[in-house]
């Protein structure tokens, strides 16, 4: 028997993973990861063992509101997770889903160019094009405390690889959406039903959305030719980098509905003006994965669902 345990099924990139590997293993098994009950994983695994093909860990992306504690215990969940993948299942492949939260604000020290839009690199710097790649490690840049938990869980997951021989891989995400989580999602709602907020950099904060079932995709294409201990950045790229106001824009034109939107200056800890993320790492190792979903088929989506369960609502 073929089994894959998915970590976080309740979070919007378990939840994907789940319906997505349903179909290509013989069961696929949704575990919530505990740090007050540690031996849960340890578990699941013994009762599964070698049958156990495919560990995915998405605590990066836990739910819409992190819980509280993110910082104390992403990292002792991920080693008592790959422990029990050393003891139960060694020749398991195992993604762990990281952030690109981990380099910090290292936008902060970049030429950026304000437009009427949105912020972006000054075209002459070499990330100009392809956006930040993995080998690039900031020491001295902020990070929120969830980011500092997160980067231990990653390093964590490194050293099972170099050191304990585990198919072990990082992939560090920027912002994921579908229909229904991310900023699409919550701009269509908030349009839908009432006023969305921006909050700082003047709307014009420039990110790259990928679409969770593209991330998945990521997932499914390192477990068939896993490379132990490499670090993969995921993101959409320049192609599919936006800003804020640039969404905002894109929701209208598509709807034909005007989004009523509030302002507040205050930004978030640590977060950047700017961010592009470099796949061609994941790309040359695996050529056969492309984003395949754009900004607009994210919205068109979110658009649909939200406007369902809005009805249904006012149905009630």
Do not use: N
Not at 182 to 201: D, E, N, S
Not at 226 to 248: D, K, N, W
Not at 280 to 309: E, N
Request: aromatic share 8%; hydrophobic share 40%; charged share 25%.
């Amino acid at each position: 028997m073929d089994i894959a345990v998915v970590t976080g099924p309740g979070g919007p990139v378990g939840a994907a993973a789940v319906r997505a590997l349903s179909t290509r293993f013989d069961l696929v098994v949704g575990h919530d990861v505990d740090r007050d009950d540690p031996g849960a994983v340890d578990r699941v695994l013994r009762e599964y063992g070698t049958d156990v093909r495919l560990v995915v860990h998405t605590a990066a992306h836990p739910g819409p509101k992190p819980a509280p504690d993110s910082f104390d215990r992403a990292a002792p969940v991920a080693v008592a997770l790959l422990d029990a993948v050393l003891a139960h299942c060694p020749d398991a492949v195992v993604v762990v889903e990281s952030t690109v939260d981990v380099h910090g604000d290292l936008s902060g020290s970049l030429p950026l160019v304000e437009s009427t839009t949105r912020w972006d690199l000054d075209p002459t710097h070499p990330w100009y094009e392809h956006g930040v790649d993995s080998t690039v490690f900031a020491d001295r840049v902020d990070r929120d405390r969830r980011a500092v938990g997160v980067l231990a869980a990653d390093l964590a997951a490194q050293h099972y690889a170099r050191r304990h021989g585990l198919a072990v891989g990082v992939v560090r995400t920027g912002p994921v959406a579908s229909d229904r989580y991310g900023l699409p999602a919550r701009l269509v709602r908030a349009a839908l039903t009432g006023t969305f907020t921006i909050r700082g950099h003047g709307g014009k904060q420039v990110r790259d959305v990928l679409d969770v079932s593209d991330l998945v995709e990521m997932f499914w294409h390192y477990y068939r030719a896993p490379r132990p201990g490499e670090v993969y950045q995921a993101g959409g790229g320049r192609a599919r980098g936006h800003s804020v106001l640039e969404v905002i824009g894109t929701y209208e034109h598509l709807s034909g509905r005007e989004v009523r939107f509030e302002y507040l200056p205050h930004t978030p800890f640590a977060e950047p003006r700017w961010w592009l993320t470099d796949t061609r790492g994941f790309r040359r190792d695996y050529p056969g994965w492309r984003p395949t979903r754009a900004l607009a088929d994210i919205l068109t989506s979110a658009d649909a669902f939200w406007r369902t369960s809005v009805d249904a609502f006012e149905r009630t």
